[in-house]
């Protein structure tokens, strides 16, 4: 009996040492990346298979997901990414770096692991531990990625400011996040407080260049959603559908539309807000011909409000403008570029999945729906930030979007 008991004191004092060794050994702080690469992480991302469609670099990776469990909004996240999928335990991973990549079929994790560790995960994976094949510790089978198809993607990465992980969305990724052209390399950083995203992607040379905004735009408060852009996108040219009338020629040469709510219980969906364009004279004359038009086919039930506020004309097909000259405005973290958005995830999260089953839309207004649908994939885990604010920007040559999402 004594020796049973003695036998079970030692082992109890192994598991002991052993859970107190795997503490230890797991790092609280994030070790980060810094760009460029060391020549360690490059021979670690030299490993990524070729048939990935994306991967992730991830320096001291239980760390990360440290960081990501206090975040009000990745923990959200990372909660509904563990009910459907194998994840590897911080415990397993301790101070190691993690790579990770996403084929057609799973994603995959490599770790490379002390001695010690790798034979308890090693156990562990032995006697039942469900990480399936996810879980690598040696590199994969396979041939792996094309060192000419990794050298632009790592020169793309040089400029990035430091991260808690690289990420990268290779030519044909069919993420829709960031928007912007592929290949396309992410640094990713996590605060209590805030995510940040800076992505960089080569330049569409068949993209007409714009004068860019050097200035940060002004996001109205109370709006679900503001964008303002140097040159208008596409989708703008499908609003000309949903209201009737030619909007697009008010911001072919720029704009920024204000959006305070959007009535989905219409076949198509109409959105209910403010569109400003800069007080100049060209502008002006644009602005009041346009009104003129409209206010001609008044019989036809297009009816329309304008104003003037801070320097620019406002037109808005509703009663917004009301709401618009009485809000306060936030200035935008970054100098517009290209682009900037600004959007209240909490109320627009459930007008998007409304936008998503309209029919009407999807018909008569395409790229507005696949706006919406793409855009309601991307920020439907996000749903409980307090705010989304992104601007884009290029130099040229490269495409650079800048993303922060508020948890708090």
């Known amino acids: 009996m004594k020796k049973l008991i003695i036998i079970v004191i030692i082992l109890v004092a192994l598991v002991a040492m052993i859970a107190i060794y795997l503490v230890a050994t797991t790092p609280k702080t994030s070790a980060g990346v810094r760009f460029p690469l060391t020549d360690a992480q490059r021979a670690l991302i030299a490993e990524v298979p070729g048939s990935a469609e994306s991967f992730a670099l991830i320096p001291t990776a239980a760390a990360l997901d440290a960081k990501m469990r206090a975040n009000p909004v990745t923990s959200e996240v990372v909660g509904q990414w563990e009910r459907s999928h194998s994840l590897p335990s911080p415990w397993m991973i301790g101070g190691a770096d993690l790579l990770a990549w996403r084929d057609a079929t799973a994603t995959h994790y490599l770790v490379r692991l002390d001695p010690f ?146 009535d989905t219980h219409k076949f198509l969906p109409r959105p209910k807000g403010v569109i400003s364009v800069t007080d100049d004279p060209p502008r002006r004359a644009s602005f009041e011909e346009f009104v003129n038009k409209v206010k001609q086919g008044e019989s036809l039930g297009i009816h329309i409000r304008t104003a003037e506020h801070g320097g620019a004309l406002l037109l808005s097909f509703d009663d917004s403008i009301d709401l618009y000259l009485k809000d306060a405005f936030q200035p935008g973290s970054w100098p517009a570029g290209k682009w900037a958005v600004r959007a209240d995830p909490k109320r627009l999260v459930p007008i998007l999945g409304r936008l998503g089953g309209s029919i009407g839309l999807r018909v008569a207004a395409p790229r507005f729906f696949r706006s919406a649908r793409d855009l309601g994939r991307w920020i439907d885990a996000l749903k409980g930030a307090t705010v989304l604010e992104a601007a884009a920007s290029d130099d040229g040559s490269v495409e650079e979007l800048k993303v922060r999402i508020g948890a708090k």
């Not at 041939?143 to 969305?169: M, R, T, W, Y």
Request: net charge neutral.
């Open 117 to 262: 560790r790798a034979a308890l995960v090693r156990t562990y994976m032995m006697f039942g531990g469900d990480l399936g094949e996810t879980l690598l510790l040696t590199a994969p089978s396979g041939a792996p990625i094309n060192a000419n198809d990794l050298a632009p993607i790592l020169a793309l990465a040089e400029k990035l400011p430091p991260g808690d992980a690289f990420v990268v969305q290779r030519r044909g990724s069919r993420g829709a996040f960031p928007p912007i052209g592929r290949p396309a390399v992410t640094s990713l950083s996590v605060t209590s407080d805030d995510i940040l995203f800076t992505s960089r992607a080569a330049r569409d040379a068949d993209e007409p260049a714009a004068a860019p905004l050097t200035q940060p735009a002004q996001f109205a408060r109370g709006a679900i959603l503001t964008a303002t852009f140097a040159t208008m996108p596409r989708v703008v040219e499908d609003m000309n559908r949903v209201f009737g009338t030619r909007v697009s020629s008010l911001v072919e040469n720029g704009g920024t539309l204000t959006v305070y709510d959007i």
